[in-house]
């Protein structure tokens, strides 16, 4: 592996050598924005009409470079939604400095999306990538009315729900901690509110998300399975704009404004439920003393110095909370901060530089006579990025960066009453550093062959400051080790190698293969079968060793149809995971200051075949999408050392999503899933102890619960429109035949027929429909 | 505390579920038939015996509730000074004819055979507590006035101590499953409420409850623990497994070798 990473940098350094000495190319740099709003657009495509196949596109900061050989050339750029834009430019005198405006061409051509970004997911080398349209995900339906972009996520092959109303996310095969998921670069360790139903993400402030199952670029690093890598919007740096939404559970608010005009602009986004305000109204006592609802806020300033700096400081705070009168209170929450500064070094050197800091904090009380005990977990991280892109040619692009966090983790701080017969030390904190090194070089081999190569070198310090014990096999203490702050208790270096190529056999067809490997040393400890919120997340240890996962893919792309209307692609994986954690059998996590010995290590393995057919074009666009796969794990001393399937296997999937424009105001959805059920433990028999009746298990996860099926209605309805002022109605029915799906089966004796036993089975929701109303000015 | 914690948490997640839409129904469920199991039960505690042990087969779900018992055992429990055969006073209920009283920190062996296949496990008598009191709560939850049995008790000093709690109310035995240790209250006094969440019992003025307190041995406090975790209902439940027992997983089932504790009260 060292080799491999030597190598491959010894030619990238030559490569680099060789551009540098031999650039008589003149460059176009500059940022693509929205014209109304001064947005900037992520991923639009430039392309040179006089030189096909030579192109460029603009990154998460609307920056493009594009550098071609002297001459007189015709730009266009093209952006979903938006009009194309064509221009002249003479680039024979040196290089040129070019914003570009896009206008937003809803205002023209409301009722049909045309295809614009033509082969685009045919040519570029990646795979697994699933870019979500904000503008889909707005006419998709809702569960009560709550927009939201995991849920949307979860319709796409190869992405999975935990089950009914479950907003986490289980991709190929990974567990729902195994997902980077990114605001704005900062880590969100709870993407969900009120225990996993909704996703803490306001789908009105994002302006794009972006999914990687596979094949992710070095650049992203420490999570297994995914990254998903969501864009806050900017705020609008031309007018003043208020936008807002009355739902059945929320209310949601958008103020957003220039601070100077074309220069700056503010953001702040604002969501709360009020779920509670019915309990309260509830003539059951047990409903309406009870606290349950959460809220967000989204808050982003950006300031634009001279041409080649621009400042973000975003901010995004969110709060569930959940309690009985003053006997028992959960509170849970997200806080994350970013700083980042954009600068232009020269016309192809960008750079990035953030600063972040990220929180999630629970806290319990609980009161029961005499016992009042309060326990408050934190993990709190501070990150620094350094991130490079330098757009060498038009078939070169070199990333390289650098970031290290550091990770406070407290598992718990304990207050307890003088009367109460507990009697707790606080947990032992954990300290670790996390950092990396990447370079990553997309390089247009060809005219057909798109090579994007690179590799992480991760290194995790787990530092001193605790008590650090070590375990055999069965749990039992083996050594103990006292450890000053700055002690640095053991090392971890992985190199992470990915390589991901994109072979185009013609316009309409191309074949991908991608091979990465990845690490993680934040791990989240679970034993339920739902994600709680006190769920605990640990660091690497010297028991608890790196993650790591190496995946293999390879996809066939193929677009068809008038103006490539039609995508389809069929991709398979093969992903190998090592050092995997489950519980021991009957392991004690709660209040457990001494929780890696109740762990267990093994190995695991995902396969699976992804279907997608998409229909991009004319008045009914959506897709069709179909997953085959397997995830399973093994672990000595679960199952008898052998394979068995993973809490979150099933085996089919099928997702259908439609949307038609049926006139300029009426759209309607639908979405329909079908899928066969998640491997769980039931009962083959039962005994009885000490006069209560027991179940008796074989294997681990060797039942299937049984098939899922759920159909969503959903319909927009865009009232009178005025220059000043447009609004919009939503309606959705989740669940729209009543489906009684199985949340849980359990299993206990029977009421009704005495000395008998019985499965039971609970639905979580039935059909709900929803409404809201939404508006801008 | 671990189990306050989880069973409120249940309970809230449940009370949730149920504010919503959530509904519950009977089911058929295909499940297949293990072979069956032998499951042996047994204990011996620190007051007069004589002492029994019980031995029973396991059933397929669909079946009734009625576990055949497994009669001409041969039952054997050794002390280290008596090997005490046990003669079958019912059917598959075997009782001590030898040892007269357990005493602790001595280690007891049952040895089983059935038709030519030995069974074995070995616990420890812990050292005595005696419970101080036993005395009635009333706690508010989620808008429910119930009311809780507290039993309070000195913890002495040093980790290792486990408890199991059976509580009668009107001389009927709850089910439920109580254990506590003293990982996070070394040596404190206790008095931890026993919860018996989703029960549809009731504690109610004027009931008699007997509580018994038994220190147990650390399997046994694993056994019973993970048990309980393994009936936990719901989506908030483990991955239920069969518990890890002093059978070595052989048969099913425990054997303690426990002290006793009992007080009783009228509820107020």
Known sequence: ?777 | MKNIAQNIFKTALLALLFATTACQDVIEIDLDEAATQYVITGNIHNQLGPYTVKITQSVAFDEPNVYPEISNATVIINDGQTVDSLREIAPGLYQTTKIVQGVPGRTYQLDVYIGGKRFTAVSTMPPAVEMDQISAQTSTFAGNTSQQIVPKFADPLGLGNYYQFIQYVNNERWPNIFVLDDRNNDGGTFTRPLFAPNSDREIKKGDTVSVDMRCIDRITYKYLYTLDASSGEGPNGTTPSNPDNNFGGAALGYFSAHTLSQKTIVVP
């Open chain 1, 1 to 777: 592996m060292q080799n491999v990473f030597k190598t491959s940098l010894t030619i990238v350094l030559l490569l680099f050598l060789q551009w540098t000495t031999n650039a008589q190319n003149n460059t176009v740099s500059g940022a693509i924005t929205d014209q109304a709003s001064g947005e900037t657009l992520i991923g639009a495509a430039i392309t040179v009409a006089e030189l096909p196949g030579k192109g460029a596109a603009s990154n998460e900061y609307g920056f493009y470079s594009l550098s071609l050989p002297p001459g007189t050339y015709t730009l266009i750029v093209r952006y979903v939604g938006y009009t194309d834009w064509k221009k002249s430019i003479d680039l024979t005198k040196g290089n040129q400095r070019l914003d570009i405006p896009l206008a937003d061409n809803a205002t023209l051509e409301e009722v049909e999306i045309k295809a614009i970004k033509v082969g685009e997911n045919i040519e570029k080398p990646v795979m697994g990538v699933e870019k979500l349209s904000m503008a889909e995900v707005k006419k998709l339906p809702t569960l009560m009315g709550e927009r939201d972009i995991i849920r949307s996520l979860q319709l796409l092959p190869g992405v999975k729900s935990g089950g009914e109303g479950s907003g986490g996310l289980f991709v190929r095969g990974g567990n729902s901690d195994q997902n980077l998921i990114l605001l704005d670069e900062a880590p969100v360790y709870n993407a969900s509110h009120l225990l996993g139903f909704f996703s803490t993400f306001n789908a009105d402030a994002i302006k794009d998300a972006t999914l990687y199952k596979g094949g992710m670029p070095a650049q992203y690093g420490g999570r297994l399975s995914s990254v998903l890598d969501m864009k806050m919007n900017d705020g609008n740096n031309q007018e003043y704009q208020v936008s807002g939404g009355i739902g059945l559970i929320s209310s949601k608010l958008n103020v957003e404004g220039p601070i100077q005009k074309g220069k700056s602009s503010f953001l702040v986004t604002g969501r709360r439920t009020y779920a509670d305000l019915f309990l309260k109204a509830s003539s059951d006592t047990s409903l309406s003393g009870s606290r349950l609802y959460f809220y967000d806020l989204n808050a982003k300033l950006n300031y634009q110095i001279g041409n080649k700096d621009r400042l973000y400081l975003s901010g995004y705070f969110g709060q569930d909370v959940l309690g009985f009168g003053e006997d028992f209170g959960l509170n849970w929450g997200n806080k994350t901060g970013t700083l980042r500064w954009n600068h232009i070094y020269n016309d192809r050197l960008f750079s990035n530089t953030s600063l972040i800091f990220s929180d999630y904090t629970y806290n319990i009380n609980l009161r029961s006579g005499t016992n009042d005990i309060s326990i408050t977990s934190t993990i709190q991280d501070w990150n620094l990025k350094q991130d490079f892109q330098y757009f060498v040619n038009s078939n070169n692009t070199l990333r390289f960066g650098a970031n290290f966090i550091h990770h406070n983790v407290t598992p718990g701080q304990i207050e307890a009453s003088e009367e109460s017969s507990v009697n707790i030390d606080d947990f032992d904190q954990r300290r670790g550093l996390e950092s990396a090194a990447y370079l990553t070089h997309e390089w247009k081999a060809t005219d057909r062959l798109t090579v994007l190569s690179g590799v992480r070198l991760s290194v995790f310090n787990v530092l001193g400051g605790s008590t650090f014990n070590t375990y055999d096999a069965e749990g039992n203490l083996l050594t103990t080790r006292e450890t000053e702050r700055g002690d640095i208790v053991k090392t971890y270096i992985n190199p992470e190698p990915r390589l991901s190529l994109s072979y185009v056999l013609n316009t309409r067809q191309s074949l991908k293969l991608s091979y990465n490997r990845n690490v993680q040393n934040l791990h989240l400890l679970s034993n339920s079968n739902t994600s709680n919120p006190t769920d605990s997340w640990v660091l690497t240890t010297e028991n608890i060793r790196p993650e790591l996962a190496d995946q293999v893919s390879a996809g066939w792309f193929q677009n068809f149809g008038a103006e490539q209307g039609y995508e389809f692609s069929a991709e398979t994986y093969y992903k190998h995971l090592y050092n995997q954690i489950d519980y021991r059998n009957g392991a004690e996590i709660t209040a457990n200051n001494e929780v890696e010995k109740e762990l267990l290590y093994g190995s695991g393995r995902a396969y699976g075949l992804e279907l997608l057919l998409r229909k991009k074009t004319g008045k009914l666009t959506g897709w069709v999408g179909y997953t085959l796969s397997r995830t399973e794990r093994k672990i000595d001393g679960i199952n008898n050392g052998n394979y068995y399937p993973n809490r979150y296997d099933r085996t089919h999937d099928v997702t259908l999503v439609a949307m038609y424009q049926l006139s300029r105001r009426w759209n309607v959805s639908a979405n329909w899933v079908w899928y066969t059920g998640n491997a769980t433990t039931f009962p083959s028999g039962k005994y009885e102890v000490d006069g209560v009746t027991t179940y008796y298990y074989t294997d681990r996860n060797g039942y299937r619960m049984p098939d899922y099926h759920r159909l969503d209605l959903g319909a927009t309805f865009q009232a009178r429109k005025t220059k000043r002022f447009e609004s919009e109605w939503a309606f959705s029915v989740y669940n729209a035949y009543n489906r009684k799906n199985a949340y849980s089966i359990t299993f206990r004796d029977s009421t009704d027929n005495p000395g008998t036993t019985e499965a039971v089975r609970t639905a979580l929701f039935g059909i709900i429909p929803s409404v809201s109303y939404n508006f801008k000015f």
